[in-house]
Structure formats: structure tokens, C-alpha cells
């Protein structure tokens, strides 16, 4: 994937937020996709496991590899959200689940540190063999499964039972969901608040104009 030139964000709190959660809900959008096609297109899929790799981007846009189009299937979901408009629910209802297990990742700080160091060790598979590698991505899932998988809050993924079974679908599906928590935990970093996000919509709505 491309990752030049860089495009710079809006440099305001609330599209950066704005910039995090769409990352959220593309990882909502390609959870949903896979287990129910188990297929995603090529661009959106990369832009979310090279975020999950990159610990410690050179800036807020480099996260995202870039531009914001890499990031075009989560801003859409999200200006229906902003917008009132009819969204898919299934992929609604990830995307705030995703939320919700970000803030149990972070108030349990031993859970934190193991979850660093599986991204340590799986950045160095990266290195080796690149990011998308299925040996890196069965690591990335394995990671989930062995921290976020454990807490009594859980995301119950609905699809087509024999495309969920199949050969390293559950492996791709948690790696995305790691993915969408590399985000939440992102916009948490960016001020997001649940709390806030009715009350923000008018400036979520701003922001996402300037991003289309």
C-alpha cells in the first residue's frame, strides 16, 4: 500500500476523533464483511493491521498510511452514525462494543502490558515476513484471543457458520477486531469520550465534511 504522499488531517480535536473512530467502524465494516463473505477488499484491510503494527507512528497521519481515503469504509459509517442516517446495525453494534472493550483494556493495566508485548514480538514477524503475512496476522489474532478474548465483555461476531470455520478466518477476524481497539484506544488518546459523542455530533459533522 502506498503510503505517500501524506495528506495532514485537519490539525482539530475533533477530527482527529473523528479520523480514530472511522478506523473503529472500519474495523466494524470488514468484521462483518468477512464473516459473512470472507472477503474484504485489499486497501482498507492493510490500512487497519499495518495501524495495529505501528506502535510508534512519526505522526498522527502515518497511523492511517497517510490519507484519509484509507480510511474511506469507516468515515462512511460514520457520517451515517453523525448523520442519523440508517447504518447497518450489525456493524453499529461492533463498533460500539469495540468502545466498550477499550475502556476494560485500559483500566486493567496487566492486560496492557502482555498485549505489548505480543505487538513486540509481532513487529518483528512483520519485519521479516510483511505486514499482511497470514503468519503475522494469526499472531495478531492470537494476541486478541489471549488478552481482549478473556474479559466477560466479548464480542460475539454473527456470519455464515462454515465461512467463520473456515481456514484462517477466525485468526483474520480477531486481528481486526485488535485493530478496531488500536483505534478506540487512539481516539481515546485524542480526547474521545462515549459520553461525548451525542454531545460532539455537530463537530464530528463538521470535521467529516472536511475529510469527504
Known amino acids: 500500500m502506498n503510503t505517500t504522499p501524506i495528506h495532514r488531517a485537519p490539525d482539530t480535536p475533533a477530527a482527529r ?24 477488499e485489499p486497501r482498507p484491510w492493510e490500512t487497519l493491521i499495518r495501524a495495529t503494527l505501528d506502535t ?8 492511517y498510511g497517510g490519507h484519509p ?13 453523525v448523520g442519523r442516517r440508517q447504518a447497518n446495525p450489525v456493524v453499529l453494534r461492533y463498533g460500539f462494543s469495540l468502545l466498550l472493550l477499550m475502556s476494560k483494556l485500559r483500566s486493567d493495566n496487566a492486560m496492557m502490558s502482555t ?6 514480538r509481532i513487529q518483528g514477524q512483520a519485519e521479516h515476513f510483511g505486514a499482511t503475512h497470514e503468519n503475522v496476522v494469526a499472531s495478531l489474532g492470537e ?37 478496531g481497539i ?3 484506544l487512539l481516539w481515546h488518546q485524542q480526547g474521545g469520550r462515549r459520553w ?15 475529510l469527504s
Open 17 to 40: 476523533q473523528a479520523l480514530a473512530l472511522a478506523g473503529v467502524f472500519q474495523a466494524a465494516s470488514l468484521v462483518d464483511e468477512l464473516a459473512r463473505t470472507g472477503q474484504v
Open 56 to 63: 510508534d507512528p512519526e505522526s498522527f497521519e502515518a497511523i
Open 69 to 81: 481515503n484509507n480510511l474511506r469504509r469507516g468515515l462512511e459509517v460514520l457520517e451515517a452514525v
Open 115 to 120: 498485549l505489548g508485548q505480543h505487538l513486540s
Open 143 to 179: 494476541a486478541y484471543q489471549e488478552t481482549l478474548s478473556t474479559l466477560k465483555t466479548r464480542i460475539v461476531v454473527q456470519g455464515d457458520p462454515s465461512m467463520l470455520q473456515s481456514r484462517m478466518m477466525p485468526e483474520r477476524v480477531r486481528a481486526i477486531l485488535l485493530a
Open 182 to 184: 488500536r483505534f478506540a
Open 196 to 210: 461525548r459523542l451525542v454531545l460532539q455530533r455537530g463537530a464530528l459533522k463538521n470535521a467529516l465534511d472536511q
